[in-house]
């Protein structure tokens, strides 16, 4: 997972939400030194603030790097604040950022230096006592982006989380090889608005089938494409960029009803390199 910034962009900051030597919290990634992880402090301020936001007064922060866990094996001697707690309150993010950088650098890879110096973006995990929620931690790491990352069956919710995704630099989503399904009058699949958003964002408003231009434009100003499953989601096929194509209504009808329709589908899986049956 990447930390999203609070315009919904996402940043250069991989993190996971784990439990890891007893501990369960936010992991950041750390690549070396700040010019090399350029955007380690930009998320650690995000996170931050969150936290800050979400009434969070203290937490509980480690080193998780390899190197440290292999000569510091007990996790207590890799809390980087002498208190049983780091206070979030008072200060801004960004002080209460360099606080916590500012004891990352007591730290070498092999243990507590006396005098500190040195890498201040070490690889962390953050705690917060009593919370063991995946969903709250979703909350800190995409910000006011989380619901619309969100999957669901409304295809009305769906278009309007794409349409806010499909203006931000995205990433290829990982998708949900095996969408959830809900019961109702008919089966709906819950469809993931970022691959929907990032196949579109692919096609440059070109159809991928017949490779003319989108046949109108939106209110928004984006061409109108489809975005369709070449193995239907019916079929046990997946929501994910190796199984998706953006294409005009003309060539989606005809992908479900034309007599050729079996040889357009091979087609397909010869022209775009990533569709994998």
Known sequence: ????????????????VVEEDGVYGLILESWGPAHRNKDYNIALDCIIERLINYDVQN????????????????????????????????????????????YQSHFSSTGRKEVPSGNRTKRIIICVPTVNSEKFWDRVIYGESSDILQP??????????????????????????????IERLQKVYVRDPAVKAWILQQSKGICESCGEKAPFYLNDGSPYLEV??????????????????????????????????KKLIETLYVNIGRLKK
């Open 59 to 102: 937490v509980v922060v480690y080193l998780a790097s390899s190197t440290a866990r292999k000569h510091m094996p007990s996790i207590a001697e890799r809390k980087i604040h002498p208190g049983e707690y780091f206070a979030l309150v008072g200060n801004s993010p960004k002080d209460v950022r360099q606080e916590m950088c500012s």
């Open 1 to 16: 997972m990447q930390i999203f910034d609070n315009d919904g962009i996402e940043l250069n900051a991989e993190c996971s």
């Open 228 to 261: 369709h499953h070449v193995v239907p989601l019916s079929s046990a096929g997946a929501d994910t960029t190796s199984n998706c194509v953006a294409i005009c209504p003309n060539c989606h009808r005809a992908l479900h009803y034309s007599q050729n329709a």
């Open 152 to 181: 669901t069956d409304d295809e009305r919710i769906l278009n309007a989380r794409v349409s806010r995704l499909i203006k931000k630099p995205l990433t290829e989503p990982d998708g949900y090889k095996s969408p959830s399904s």
